[in-house]
């Protein structure tokens, strides 16, 4: 019975030091699903990234790129630095849909200027 617990807790062990050596874009931790979505700046000089409602920010500078780690369900807003008033509008909607919301993975996010919003994030999926 101790040789059968023991070789079990190893092999236990094993997976757990597999996957956390493992190199994967999707990652489980005990709160979520993690995705890696990329966002391109090629607009203005510095954009925003507002994450959920403000709770943290990345700004990126022209010409540049940012990978993050967000949750599934995570929403953006995406302006121009120190201009919150200048949001980019989701994939130039007339509407004025402002806020990306992560559902999945396989995103990545292009500061664009629009032709119905001065400003647009383009938004394109690869799956």
């Given amino acids: 019975m101790k040789k059968n617990t023991r070789k079990i ?20 931790d005990f709160l979520g699903i993690t995705y890696q979505i990329t966002i391109h700046n ?9 994450i959920n409602n ?6 990126i500078a022209s010409g540049g790129q940012k990978t993050l780690s967000l ?4 929403k953006i807003v995406v302006h121009i630095a120190g201009n919150s008033a200048s949001k980019f509008a989701i994939d130039d ?7 990306f919301t992560l559902d999945g993975a396989g995103y ?7 032709t119905v919003n001065i400003f647009s ?3 394109t999926r690869v799956l």
């Fill in 9 to 28: 807790v190893l092999f236990g062990l094993s997976i757990f030091i597999l996957f956390v050596f493992s190199g994967c874009m999707v990652s489980v």
């Fill in 42 to 50: 090629d607009v203005v000089p510095n954009i925003q990234v507002s």
């Fill in 54 to 59: 403000g709770e943290s920010t990345e700004f």
């Fill in 71 to 74: 949750k599934s369900g995570t």
């Fill in 93 to 99: 909607n007339a509407i004025g849909n402002y806020t």
């Fill in 108 to 114: 990545t996010l292009y500061a664009d200027y629009g």
């Fill in 121 to 123: 994030l383009r938004v």
